[in-house]
């Protein structure tokens, strides 16, 4: 399985951004997909996850402000970030579960400016 995000750039404080990771490869069932970050110095945090039947988690920090979505069908998920804040500046990770087993995509930097 192989993960692509898209999405990244630099937003000012307030603003928005929609990232997408779309899942390729051989794929049988994805079970979760979704997004983790990794600030300078900081370690890496959970943002958002969905599961195939929609269910969500968030990191305490984005809840309220990001959604989490994923189209089955396209085998990608969705991570729309609103009223983002500069403590949201990180690299975010694809990340998906499937067939037991944890896949990583290449991470999208997000800068958000005061």
């Known amino acids: 399985v192989q993960l692509q995000a898209s999405g990244g750039g630099s937003v000012h404080t307030g603003g928005s951004l929609r990232l997408s990771c779309a899942a390729s490869?051989?794929?049988?069932?994805?079970?979760?997909m979704g997004w983790y970050r990794q600030a300078p110095g900081k370690q890496r945090e959970l943002v958002a996850l969905?599961?195939?039947?929609?269910?969500?988690t968030y990191g305490a920090s984005v809840k309220g402000r990001f959604t989490v979505s994923r189209d089955n069908a396209k085998n990608t998920a969705y991570l729309q970030m609103n009223s983002l804040k500069p403590e949201d500046t990180a690299v975010y990770y694809c990340?998906?579960?499937?067939?037991?087993?944890?896949?990583w995509g290449q991470g999208t930097l997000v800068t958000v400016s005061s």
């Open positions: 490869g051989t794929i049988s069932s994805i079970n979760f």
């Open positions: 969905i599961s195939n039947l929609d269910s969500t």
């Open positions: 990340n998906a579960w499937a067939s037991g087993r944890e896949y």
